[in-house]
């Protein structure tokens, strides 16, 4: 929106700076992180004031959380999506159809999620929509938007799939490319979910995701830096750039509330939302199997689920002590700072080895 601005440069030079992606990319932050901070307080005392109990903890979940989180509301993640639409529509080239099929997505899971913590505040308990419910809703909104960002793109990599260090390998899928964007953003949508468990745990991966692919996206969409890196080019991806940067800026104001102790949880409307974001820029860009790589974190979480429930119908015994594993680490007796911790810097390692992909070709 404020783009448009640049065309009275002539009247005052400063309006220039509207025109470079990097100046809106640094205003979409700062816009959202401002938006959050001033916003918070307001949202939590509200959330607060109708959800008389909090997030319903689970049962058998860690003991100390019926303890330490109870009466904690969530639905946090409405700041989050509020920050990053308003900036994001700020900031943004609104003409640019990326911007609108990922921001489409993301408040589409957003809507998913809110329904489903909705459900679980209005019945006190920890169950709220059917995962089948759950599942339909994601594959249909997954579906449609990869059909709609293959169309943005057009030509062989619109359905093509690249991969990581082999700089002229493209897997043609064809028709069968949406149901790969499909599972890319569903798969990531549901590892941010089970993620989600501690106070700060998953958004701080979340923002350093976020960054990895701000530069990704700024990278691909200009021509020249793509082809120096041998990288597939992306014509007009690169304002993901402001997007993403704008999720930063949403996620650090979030994390103002969030950081232990958490005044207010993101619950499902955030957590579905941020991890189908991140799918949907990857697909959008062409890294669908970095974002395996930087999101390596919300992998391992989801696979220690996957095996946890396997092994367990298959023998009738647990391979951890929990699931997701940031729980099997609270069961040894590792406080929640030092496993929140310590799962930033994994994250942050995973992102260093994601970028290293962009050059080792």
Not at 127 to 149: A, C, E, F, P, T
Request: glycine share 12%; proline share 4%; net charge positive.
């Amino acid at each position: 929106m404020l783009m448009n601005l640049a065309r009275f440069a002539d009247q005052l030079i400063l309006f220039n700076l509207f025109r470079y992606l990097t100046f809106r990319s640094g205003a979409a932050c700062i816009t959202a992180l401002i938006i959050s901070l001033v916003m918070g307080p307001s949202l939590i005392r509200w959330l607060k004031s109708v959800q008389r109990g909090g997030q319903p903890i689970r049962p058998d979940g860690p003991e100390r959380h019926l303890i330490e989180k109870k009466g904690t509301p969530t639905m946090g993640g409405v700041l989050i999506l509020s920050a990053l639409t308003v900036s994001t529509l700020l900031w943004a080239d609104l003409r640019n159809g990326y911007v609108w099929a990922v921001l489409v997505l993301t408040l589409g899971y957003g809507a998913l999620g809110f329904v489903d913590d909705y459900i679980k505040l209005s019945k006190a308990s920890f169950r709220g929509l059917s995962g089948r419910g759950k599942l339909i809703v994601q594959l249909v909104l997954g579906i449609g938007v990869s059909i709609w960002i293959a169309w943005l793109t057009k030509g062989p990599l619109g359905t093509g799939v690249t991969v990581p260090v082999f700089k002229e390998v493209l897997i043609p899928l064809g028709f069968a490319f949406p149901l790969f964007g499909m599972v890319v953003m569903l798969g990531s949508s549901n590892a941010v979910n089970l993620t989600d468990g501690l106070d700060g745990l998953a958004i701080v991966p979340t923002i350093i995701a976020a960054g990895v692919f701000a530069l990704i996206a700024y990278l691909v969409g200009n021509r020249v830096f793509a082809d120096y890196l041998q990288l597939h080019p992306v014509a007009g991806v690169g304002e993901l750039a402001v997007f993403c940067s704008a999720l930063i800026g949403a996620g650090l104001g979030f994390l103002w509330f969030n950081a232990p102790p958490a005044a207010v949880f993101m619950g499902d409307t955030g957590s579905l939302a941020l991890g189908g974001a991140l799918g949907a820029v990857a697909v959008a860009v062409k890294h669908e199997f970095v974002l395996m790589i930087v999101g390596g974190l919300f992998v391992v979480e989801t696979v220690s689920v996957i095996i946890q429930v396997f092994w367990f119908k298959r023998t009738g015994r647990r391979v951890f002590l929990m699931a997701p594993l940031h729980h099997h680490f609270e069961k040894k007796g590792w406080s929640e700072p030092t496993i929140v911790i310590r799962f930033w810097i994994v994250a942050m390692i995973l992102a260093l080895v994601g970028l290293a992909t962009l050059k080792i070709r």
